[in-house]
């Protein structure tokens, strides 16, 4: 890659960084495209240049965040550990910014089509990763809608910011839960 590519390329994420930064900070309605280019360090034009139009902008955000959110989630199909370490560690970095969206969602229609597709990439996380006790499940959807409870950004909150739990201790509830629902035989505990 040449050194402008990679100039231009790094411009690039810069301004998606700071626009999904700032959507994790404010109400949407609230962020313009100076805010994105003065976070970014460029100018409105330069914001202009790569995406054509704020549009254009939030549509590559979503993707973007979304690309991330999918490799912060990544774990080993069947490890209890490691799969709810890998969501708390996740809530811990986005967590509160998914309940700001969450809170928005009613009034935001492009809110509500982000929480409505991250409601979607976290059922599937949780279905793929337990995928080995949910083929041996009497009623496989019930207990992939249990799972998707008590692996929940709500369930987080519940747990780390309304009771105010360390992060440790919080991992720990959420194991618990999670190994209750899958019972002392599961596939990985063999």
Same mark, same amino acid.
């Given at each position: 890659?040449?050194?402008?590519?990679?100039?231009v390329?790094?411009?690039?994420?810069?301004?998606?960084?700071?626009?999904?930064g700032l959507?994790? /900070?404010?109400l949407?309605?609230?962020? !313009?495209?100076d %805010?994105v &280019?003065? @976070?970014a360090? #460029?100018?409105?034009?330069t914001?202009l240049?790569?995406?054509?139009?704020?549009?254009?902008?939030?549509?590559a955000?979503?993707e973007?965040?979304r690309?991330?959110?999918? /490799?912060?989630r990544r774990?080993?199909? !069947?490890?209890? %550990?490691? &799969?709810? @370490?890998t969501? #708390?560690?996740?809530?811990?970095?986005?967590?509160?910014?998914?309940?700001?969206?969450?809170?928005q969602?009613p009034?935001?229609?492009?809110?509500?089509r982000?929480?409505?597709?991250?409601?979607?990439?976290?059922? !599937?996380?949780?279905?793929e990763?337990?995928?080995?006790? #949910?083929e041996?499940a009497?009623?496989?959807?019930?207990?992939?809608?249990?799972?998707?409870?008590?692996?929940?950004?709500?369930?987080?909150?519940?747990?780390?910011?309304?009771?105010?739990?360390?992060?440790?201790?919080?991992?720990?509830?959420?194991?618990?839960?999670?190994?209750?629902?899958?019972?002392?035989?599961?596939?990985?505990?063999?």
């Amino acid at each position: 890659m040449t050194s402008r590519a990679r100039s231009v390329e790094e411009t690039r994420r810069r301004i998606l960084t700071a626009s999904v930064g700032l959507h994790s /900070e404010r109400l949407a309605a609230d962020i !313009g495209l100076d %805010d994105v &280019a003065a @976070r970014a360090g #460029v100018s409105v034009q330069t914001v202009l240049r790569h995406f054509g139009s704020r549009a254009s902008l939030v549509e590559a955000s979503i993707e973007h965040a979304r690309a991330e959110v999918e /490799e912060e989630r990544r774990s080993p199909v !069947g490890d209890v %550990d490691a &799969a709810v @370490r890998t969501i #708390v560690d996740h809530y811990e970095q986005r967590g509160d910014a998914v309940i700001v969206m969450l809170a928005q969602e009613p009034h935001e229609e492009l809110l509500r089509r982000v929480t409505e597709d991250g409601r979607r990439m976290h059922r !599937g996380w949780v279905e793929e990763v337990f995928a080995p006790y #949910v083929e041996l499940a009497a009623d496989p959807d019930e207990l992939v809608d249990l799972l998707v409870v008590a692996t929940d950004v709500y369930t987080w909150k519940l747990l780390r910011r309304d009771r105010g739990l360390a992060r440790d201790l919080t991992e720990n509830r959420i194991r618990t839960l999670v190994r209750t629902l899958l019972g002392a035989d599961g596939p990985a505990d063999h």
